[in-house]
T-cell receptor
Framework: GAGVSQSPRYKVAKRGQDVALRCDPI?????LFWYQQALGQGPEFLTYFQNEAQLDKSGLPSDRFFAERPEGSVSTLKIQRTQQEDSAVYLC???????????????FGPGTRLTVT | AQKITQTQPGMFVQEKEAVTLDCTYD???????LFWYKQPSSGEMIFLIY??????QNATEGRYSLNFQKARKSANLVISASQLGDSAMYFCAMTIISNFGNEKLTFGTGTRLTIIP
């Protein structure tokens, strides 16, 4: 079956531009996560959705970052007025709502590499 | 808050030898899960293995095993009979398990493993 897909795979934005990154999770997965991975670092949590509800946005670095999942499937991460420090790979992951064992596994998309010039 | 520490930035291992990647974690929660992910140069995060905090047996998945020492808060990954395709970044991660979902992952900084022919 299809895995998690993300688009675009690469995005170059001029400083100050707005960008929108899309994530298509695995069909039926209730949980959806966004992570930011800076070069040479591990991913860092940004935000979490359970169906359409955004239950945790504690990792969003500023109010320029906004995420939504209006119908409980596709999600969009929007960054307004991009800055150079926003340059990173943005990873989306989905999972079944934890029900034990390795069902906690998160399935990751290929990521969107954002470069702000 | 949770913390994952990976103290080996890089490792070089001869093909067919076994390799151990170190991971220690810190949490005050009793119910948690530990993961290892592989990230090749192509960028996708590939799930390798999961260990729950209440699992009494060490997890194994093919050539991968997780050496779980709860008292020492360590969760080392052992790869037996390494192959050239094992060359990648390896991330240790953990999540706190609750009844509310949101099993967001906290990642370490990773270990870059290079297999030498």
């Amino acid at each position: 079956g299809a895995g998690v897909s993300q688009s675009p795979r690469y995005k170059v934005a001029k400083r100050g531009q707005d960008v929108a990154l899309r994530c298509d999770p695995i069909s039926g997965h209730v949980s959806l996560f966004w992570y930011q991975q800076a070069l040479g670092q591990g991913p860092e949590f940004l935000t979490y959705f359970q169906n359409e509800a955004q239950l945790d946005k504690s990792g969003l670095p500023s109010d320029r970052f906004f995420a939504e999942r209006p119908e409980g499937s596709v999600s969009t991460l929007k960054i307004q007025r991009t800055q150079q420090e926003d340059s990173a790979v943005y990873l989306c992951a989905s999972s079944l709502l934890g029900s034990g064992g390795s069902s906690y596994e998160q399935y990751f998309g290929p990521g969107t590499r954002l470069t702000v010039t | 808050a949770q913390k994952i520490t990976q103290t080996q930035p890089g490792m070089f291992v001869q093909e067919k030898e076994a390799v151990t990647l170190d991971c220690t974690y810190d949490t005050s929660d009793q119910s948690y899960g530990l993961f290892w992910y592989k990230q090749p140069s192509s960028g996708e995060m590939i799930f390798l293995i999961y260990q729950g905090s209440y699992d009494e047996q060490n997890a194994t998945e093919g050539r991968y095993s997780l050496n779980f020492q709860k008292a020492r808060k360590s969760a080392n990954l052992v790869i037996s009979a390494s192959q050239l395709g094992d060359s990648a970044m390896y991330f240790c991660a953990m999540t706190i398990i609750s009844n509310f979902g949101n099993e967001k992952l906290t990642f370490g900084t990773g270990t870059r493993l290079t297999i030498i022919p």
